[in-house]
């Protein structure tokens, strides 16, 4: 029993991480361009369908999680700058906008790859079962919370060193008075979007193994994203994490001791937050 | 009387070009009658959808409220009626639950979605509509789960039911906007122009909104309903997050003020989709093309485009 | 029993005290001002009384029934009304509907859903006696500014309160619109008791019987218009200690270039025009003072220099280029900088984050090392987040930031906003050590005595009117107490 758990626990840790890539894109794009951008589990499906395409045409793995994440990331640049440039402060009108955006990229990817369930195959270096005693399990799902802390990290040390961090974390809290300092708060949002739609694609990469492809699931993971953002607290990447952790801990251990409720608690616990603490559980209050 | 407000009291003057397009648009859904077929079946479909854009449109357009939910409104209205005819219940009852169950849902909801603003009030309906989603699709011993609740064993005469679609749809039209122009009304337009004013008045805004929600989330229980006599089948993705986004689409299209629009937003959304589905599996494309489109180009809607040709530039909601 | 009791009201945002103890008791029919500079809390008093915001501690009566704690649409069912100091009359619905809503509301009877809205005797009455009728079916989003604070008495008046709250009604008027607006006021009903904040002082004075004063969150001052206007705690928050007439500098900036100037400036908030055709210059090297009180538009003037806010007419020069809509970020480019009204230090960074996130891209003279000089107290506090510094340390980094971008020209709004009598003698000292290395400064300032004692020259607005201009030497006693004084 103590070994299921600890399955399970390994599990849940691991798709918490595929989430907070996903999450941590939207939840930067949110805090500095102030767009929810719905279409963000499109382009998980687009960074997973490339990888696997990519792969199988270049023959590794490794390869296309270098590119894809560059070119989704090159995507969602010119979604901001060609489209939602013009709808600059309208709210609802943009989150629309990426809605619209999230339906036509996903039927694209149908009719390009087909409707049928696709399951990839991790690389041949983390394929197999690592074996720890009486645990015996997967290498790939450790792949998965490796990359997810890495990426914590590596990102968590980007916002606070680094002058493009900085002027990510000005901008976000006040854009007119970063502006008075000579950042210009547009080159920023454009930066974060592509960043975030970056973020997005790898998850896809990482992720294709992990879950299988099919249509429906660039819905399911923008609905996920949003959870994770809206309860961990829009804008903050610490938020982003936990938020993740939790979301798969309750997704995980709800499959498997309450599988008839579990989707409807996640939903529920969403709901509550926005409700009781729109600013989500580590969020901070005010704009 | 008031000789100095010459025009408000007396009988609103509308223009007898939008007097004519209105007419001509209830005219349409009278149409098919005489064909019967697919036709009638499409615009059936159409006044009923057209229905809940109406409901989506007055609490959008007018309220300022983006529900991304209403598919749940929808849903549950399908599934009173569902059930009900399951155990033998007559149809008039189950017509009858269906907007009850909606609009008790809708208080229910709505006491949490009003204690947010903006962008949270989308995000919150979401959730709320996905929690329904969730239980329809698990709830397996009541709903049939993914299966889906068949009603098969109904037969309505398809002329009856498209007649009382499209009188619900005009009353509902009439009734509402008849509703924008009372107190309860203008004060709901007001709350969306500026809540913290509306407040200072002495306006319990909250309370404003949540009823005027409730009144919606019935009507479009209703349309749920009506849909389910309509296809004879209930399944839980009608209650999935994108046919909110598809009612929003159609209120976008059609025009959010007005509430003409949005029965005009569903029409051609109807017979668009059809009319594509017929020659390409990509309706996830086209919804969102047309999403795209009206967003960046045609804000307003196509309707105030139509009523303001033929009205002569004085076609007011 | 009073109209309205303040009792012991406190307010507290976070580590901020905006009201401290504050008592207040209004007796009914009164006629009450409640004046003070910036910051002293007249706005949040007023949200507390109308149930906006909720007080730390203490209570609020109204007619002797408590309604600290209740929702501000209840208040305002127990007898309240308010207008607001930016108009907020909904701009898609007509005149009369406004009013004829805001009567319904008054009634209980906006939930009516049988009948249409129409407009009954007592909205035309009340339309007439704005002197509104005439727009009565213009939708109000088109009415002209004056027409819209119009608008917002009738929607008060309509709802007959026995408590009136009136936020800056004069806020943003020409002359001919002032007058009708004190006129009306002045002429309201007896039964009704009148609660006032207005930066124009002398029509405060002249319409109240009692006058309170509030400074930095508390009364300290309350009495009749003549005794206020004696009383010498309140003069001297207004124009500062009389004094040995102010240093100034003697050396004249006749031949020196223009770096910024300002043609003909008007701008304002959407349709509230706040400043008139304001020209200032401020040549190289100079500190140029712009004294006003608050209200009269310095921060409106800054910010418009800045580009934070679009201008409506005239033009922006910086050297000569004109400037024309050019964003923020552009400005700052061109050699702008801002030390912000309010500091506006960013959440989450450290001082030394601030400093070299300014200092990014820039170079010229003043490096970190420089600064770090100037500012030795920074030097210690580099990894202290800058939120957590006190006022003046603050504006120290505010300064410091404006500095490590190398300006033209430093843009100061309100730098000693705030700040204890000991910080402001420092900023007094910062400023002349700029001056010393040549740097040229347009300074806002509500502190005459500070401004007078480092301006070359000074500018005095007044309801957005340059209404003076001269050397600090120039500026008398008589000059300063007619525009700044009481």
């Known amino acids: ?287 | ?317 | 029993m009073p109209a309205l009791k303040v009792e012991r009201v406190s307010k507290a945002f976070g580590g901020l005290l905006a009201l401290a103890e504050v008592d207040l008791e209004v007796a009914p029919g009164e006629r009450r001002a409640v004046i003070g500079p910036n910051g002293a809390g007249k706005s949040t008093l007023f949200k507390i009384i109308a149930g906006e915001l909720q007080p730390t501690r203490g209570r609020v009566y109204l007619q002797g029934r408590p309604v600290s704690g209740l929702p501000q649409e209840r208040v305002a069912r127990m007898g309240l009304a308010r207008t607001f100091q930016k108009s907020t009359a909904f701009g898609e619905l007509t005149v009369w509907e406004n009013v004829a809503l805001a009567w319904k509301a008054a009634r209980g009877q906006e939930r009516d859903f049988l009948n249409p809205l129409v407009p009954e005797e007592e909205v035309r009455a009340v339309l007439e006696r704005v002197a509104l009728l005439p727009r009565a079916e213009e939708k109000a989003g088109n009415l002209s500014h004056g027409e819209k604070r119009q608008l917002e008495i009738a929607m008060a008046l309509v709802q007959k309160p026995q408590v009136l709250l009136l936020d800056e009604p004069l806020a943003g008027l020409s002359g001919a619109e002032r007058e009708r607006m004190g006129c009306l006021i002045r002429e309201l009903d007896r039964n009704t008791t009148v609660l006032l904040v207005e930066h124009d002082l002398d029509y405060a004075l002249a319409f109240a019987d009692r006058v309170a004063v509030l400074h930095y969150g508390q009364i300290v001052a309350e009495g009749t218009p003549e005794a206020i206007r004696e009383n010498p705690v309140v003069q001297e928050i207004y124009v500062g200690k009389p004094e040995e007439a102010p240093r100034g500098n003697l050396d004249s900036s006749a031949s020196r270039p223009k770096v910024l100037e300002a043609v003909g400036i008007s701008a304002g908030y959407g349709s509230m025009r706040v400043l008139h055709q304001v020209s200032l210059e401020v040549n190289q090297g100079e500190v140029v003072a712009l004294l006003g009180r608050n209200g009269m538009g310095k921060t409106t003037l800054m910010s418009t220099l800045m580009g934070l806010l679009p201008l409506q007419k005239g033009e922006v020069r910086l050297e000569g280029r004109p400037l024309g809509l050019l964003p923020p970020y552009a400005r700052a480019e061109l050699g702008l900088a801002l030390v912000p009204q309010g500091r506006q230090m960013f959440e989450g960074l450290t001082v030394e984050k601030e400093l070299r996130m300014a200092a990014w891209g820039r170079k010229g003279t003043w490096t970190m090392e420089r600064v770090l000089d100037v500012f030795p107290r920074l030097g210690e506090r580099l990894k202290t987040p800058s939120r957590a510094l006190s006022g003046g340390e603050q504006q120290m980094v505010a300064i410091a930031r404006a500095l490590l971008r190398n300006p033209r020209i430093v843009l100061m709004d309100e730098p000693t906003e705030g700040l204890s009598p000991l910080m402001v003698r420092q900023v007094a000292e910062v400023v002349r050590a700029l001056k010393a290395e040549g740097e040229t400064v347009l300074l806002a300032e509500q502190n005459v005595k500070m401004a007078l004692s480092v301006a070359d020259r000074v500018y005095i607005l007044e309801h957005g009117e340059i209404v003076w201009e001269g050397r600090p030497q120039e500026a008398t006693g008589a000059i300063l107490h007619r525009y700044l004084g009481l």
């Open chain 2, 1 to 317: 009387m008031m000789g100095w407000l010459p025009q408000v009291v007396r009988l609103r003057k509308i223009h007898p070009g939008v007097l004519a397009l209105r007419a001509s648009l209830i005219g349409f859904l009278l149409l098919p009658l005489a064909f019967k077929g697919y036709f009638l079946y499409l615009a059936t479909e159409a006044a009923l959808l057209g229905l809940a854009a109406v409901a989506l449109s007055f609490l959008l357009g007018h309220g300022g409220i983006p529900s991304l939910g209403q598919a749940a409104f929808l849903g549950l209205g399908g599934y009173a009626v569902g059930l009900a005819i399951r155990e033998g219940l007559p149809l008039g009852l189950g017509l009858l639950l269906a907007p009850v169950v909606a609009g008790a849902y809708g208080i229910l909801s709505g006491l949490f979605v009003f204690r947010t603003q903006g962008i949270f009030v989308l995000m919150l309906t979401l959730a709320f509509g996905q929690m329904v989603y969730s239980a329809a699709y698990k709830w397996t011993s009541l709903t049939g789960g993914d299966d889906g609740l068949s009603l098969s064993q109904l037969s309505v005469n398809p002329v009856f039911l498209h007649v009382g679609a499209v009188s619900a749809l005009a009353v509902a039209i009439s009734i509402l906007r008849y509703l924008l122009r009372t107190p309860y009304g203008k004060t709901f337009e007001a709350i969306r122009q500026s809540e913290e004013k509306a407040r200072s008045l002495g306006i319990a805004a909250f309370w404003h909104k949540l009823l005027a929600y409730t009144v919606a989330a019935a009507l479009t229980g209703l349309a749920g309903g009506g849909l389910a006599l309509h296809r004879t089948f209930v399944s839980p993705h009608d209650l999935f997050w994108l046919t909110s986004v598809v009612l929003m689409v159609m209120v976008l299209l059609g025009g959010s003020r007005g509430l003409w629009g949005g029965a005009f937003g569903a029409i051609l959304y109807t017979f668009i989709q059809a009319w594509v589905s017929s020659f390409t599996e990509l309706w996830g494309l086209f919804v969102g093309l047309l999403l795209i489109f009206t967003v960046l180009f045609a804000r307003e809607g196509l309707w105030p485009i139509l009523e303001r040709r033929l009205g002569g530039g004085n076609a007011g909601p």
């Open chain 1, 1 to 287: 029993m103590a070994l299921l758990l600890l399955i399970q626990l390994l599990n849940s840790l691991a798709f918490g991480m595929l989430l907070f890539l996903l999450a941590l894109g939207l939840s930067l794009i949110f805090g500095v361009a102030r767009v929810v951008n719905l279409a963000h589990g499109a382009f998980y499906l687009l960074g997973a369908y490339l990888g696997l395409a990519l792969t199988q045409a270049l023959g590794s793995f490794w390869v296309s999680l270098l590119l894809v994440p560059l070119l989704v990331g090159l995507l969602g640049v010119s979604v901001e700058r060609l489209l939602l440039r013009g709808l600059h402060g309208r709210e609802l009108e943009q989150v629309l906008l990426t809605i619209g955006l999230g339906f036509v990229l996903a039927d694209l990817l149908r009719a390009w790859f087909g409707a049928s369930i696709r399951s990839v195959p991790p690389p041949a270096e983390l394929s197999g079962p690592l074996i720890l005693g009486p645990l015996i399990y997967p290498k790939y799902p450790l792949f998965v919370l490796a990359t997810g802390l890495l990426l914590f990290l590596l990102v968590r040390l980007i916002l606070a060193r680094t002058p493009f961090g900085i002027q990510v974390r000005a901008v976000t809290t006040d854009p007119a008075m970063a502006s008075s300092l000579g950042i210009r708060p547009t080159r920023v949002s454009l930066a974060t979007f592509g960043l975030g739609s970056a973020l997005a694609g790898l998850g896809g990469v990482v992720g294709a193994p992990l879950i299988a492809l099919a249509p429906g699931l660039d819905a399911q993971m923008t609905l996920f994203a949003l959870i994770v953002v809206v309860i961990g607290g829009l804008g903050r990447i610490e938020g982003a994490f936990f938020g993740a952790l939790l979301v798969g801990f309750v997704d995980g251990f709800g499959r498997l001791f309450f599988p008839q409720v579990a989707m409807f608690l996640i939903f529920a616990l969403m709901a509550l937050v926005l409700a009781l603490r729109p600013e989500g559980l580590l969020g901070r209050r005010g704009t």
